[in-house]
């Protein structure tokens, strides 16, 4: 997955869980780190070659943005919600448990 080291404050780290081809960032904000899907709800657009401001993911597709913490549409005010996953970290190691349907 990832070490704790690499996830640095207010920038993402764009992972690849095992064999799955599953797009994950992770970022730290003020020391906590959070873990989304990396795929913008709207139109599919990777989340981690936008920007992150405070707690919020910036689509570099459409400007849209999200709340990393709770996964709630800031901007526009929409009903569609970025998947999060909680995040366990053990030994340096960052662990993400995803629902892969």
Known sequence: ??????????????????????????TRIQGHI?????????????????QMHGCQVIC???NWSFDVTTGAAVSPPIRKKLETYPVKIEDGDVWVKVHIW
Not at 6 to 12: L, N, V, Y
């Open 1 to 26: 997955m990832a070490r704790v080291e690499e996830i640095h404050e207010g920038h993402m780290l764009r992972v690849l869980l095992d064999k799955e081809e599953w797009e994950v960032a992770i």
């Open 34 to 50: 959070y873990a989304f899907r990396d795929v913008c709800p709207h139109q599919a657009f990777p989340l981690s070659v936008g």
């Open 60 to 62: 570099a597709g459409h």
